[in-house]
């Protein structure tokens, strides 16, 4: 028997006309797509915010780096001008008798913990050769347990016209103190001294010193005397 295409073949055409045509669709950006673009959007913003904060702890550490240099520079002037200050301040204790133990000076008289010196007058005498002498009195005190003269702890000297005046005087009569300046103090006493200077003349100014031979060896006491 003869088969029925065409039967078919309608069947066929119809369902084909029937199958719904399918539109193109438009492909959403996948998730990861757009997990990426945030992503970059986030790391861009994560870079500035580093940049931002690493600017700012450069700038805190060149201020802390400033100060401490301007710091620095303060406490190296403080110490010159410290140390300027000491070595002034150690000149003008040598010159005026400032020293060790608490040392004082006013004019040639000293007073420290261990030794008390004062000049107590100057006289003008003529010695036997009717040259002009001077005659220095001091009184020396020993505050020590060791007994000690005043020639070995403060001897004295005397210029006149810058020049040294000899203690190798002439005198027609010798004051008992003069021998006095070396013997020896017992801790707590006192003795009346004496030294005999020579002069060049009567009328210029003389310039009397002491010299600590016990703590500072150095001059401590300096005084111009007028004569005339």
Do not use: W
Not at 11 to 33: I, L, M, N, T
Not at 87 to 111: F, H
Not at 192 to 205: G, M, R, V
């Amino acid at each position: 028997m003869p088969r029925d295409l065409d039967l078919d073949f309608e069947f066929q055409d119809e369902e084909v006309r029937e199958r719904p045509v399918r539109q193109p669709q438009r492909r959403e950006p996948s998730g990861a797509a757009r997990g990426g673009a945030r992503g970059g959007s986030h790391s861009s913003h994560a870079r500035r915010r580093k940049n931002n904060t690493t600017s700012i702890i450069v700038l805190i550490v060149e201020i802390v780096v400033f100060l401490a240099l301007v710091g620095l520079f303060f406490v190296i002037k403080s110490k010159v001008d410290g140390a300027s200050s000491s070595s002034s301040s150690s000149s003008e204790a040598a010159a005026d008798g400032s020293g060790e133990g608490g040392a004082s000076s006013n004019g040639v008289n000293v007073e420290n913990n261990d030794f008390s010196l004062t000049c107590t007058t100057v006289k003008l005498v003529e010695d036997a050769d009717k040259n002009t002498a001077a005659l220095v009195y001091f009184t020396f005190v020993n505050k020590t347990d060791t007994p000690l003269a005043m020639s070995a702890v403060f001897p004295a000297s005397l210029k006149q016209n810058g020049v040294d005046c000899p203690e190798d005087v002439n005198l027609t009569e010798t004051p008992q103190e003069i021998a006095n300046r070396d013997m020896q103090v017992s801790g707590g006493q006192s003795v009346e001294c004496c030294y005999a200077f020579k002069l060049a003349d009567a009328e210029n100014p003389i310039t009397l010193t002491t010299h600590d031979n016990y703590s500072t060896f150095a001059d401590v006491g300096s005084t111009e005397i007028p004569i005339k």
